[in-house]
C-alpha cells in the first residue's frame, strides 16, 4: 500500500519561510518522479515543483520559481520543499505526489499517488 504523507504546513508571515516534507513507503521511490502541487478552495489543483528521479532535473512553475527550491534523499525515501520569501498568495493546501509514468510532469492527471495535504497560510 503506497502512502505519501506530508508535513510541515503552517501559519506564517509574508516574507518568511516553510519547508514542507513528504515521507513515502509502499513504492520503490527512486522510481518515481515526484512532485509538489497546491490547491485553494474552489480553483484546480495547480502545479508548483516537481523533481525528476535523480536530483539533476528539477521543475517550477513561474510563480514560485526562485524562491522555492524541491529536493529529495531516495535514501530516506522523502521529498522537501523549501519555500522561502512566502507570499500571501502561497496560501494553499499542498499535496505531494508521485509520478511513476513517463507522463507530463506538470500536470496532476499523470502522478498516480497524492498525499493527504498540508494547510499553508501566509498572512500579510
Known amino acids: 500500500q503506497v502512502q505519501l504523507v506530508e508535513s510541515g504546513g503552517g501559519l506564517v508571515q509574508a516574507g518568511e519561510s516553510l519547508r514542507l516534507s513528504c515521507a513515502a513507503s509502499g513504492l520503490t521511490f527512486g522510481s518515481a518522479r515526484m512532485g509538489w502541487f497546491r490547491q485553494v478552495p474552489e480553483k484546480e489543483r495547480e502545479f508548483v515543483a516537481a523533481?525528476?528521479?535523480?536530483?539533476?532535473?528539477?521543475y517550477y512553475s513561474d510563480s514560485v520559481k526562485g524562491r522555492f527550491t524541491i529536493s529529495r534523499d531516495n535514501a530516506k525515501k522523502s521529498v522537501y520543499l523549501q519555500m522561502n520569501s512566502l507570499k500571501p498568495e502561497d496560501t494553499a493546501v499542498y499535496y505531494c505526489a508521485a509520478n511513476l509514468g513517463w507522463g507530463i510532469i506538470y500536470s496532476p492527471s499523470e502522478y498516480n499517488y497524492w498525499g493527504q495535504g498540508t494547510q499553508v497560510t501566509v498572512s500579510s
Open positions: 523533481i525528476a528521479w535523480t536530483s539533476y532535473s528539477t
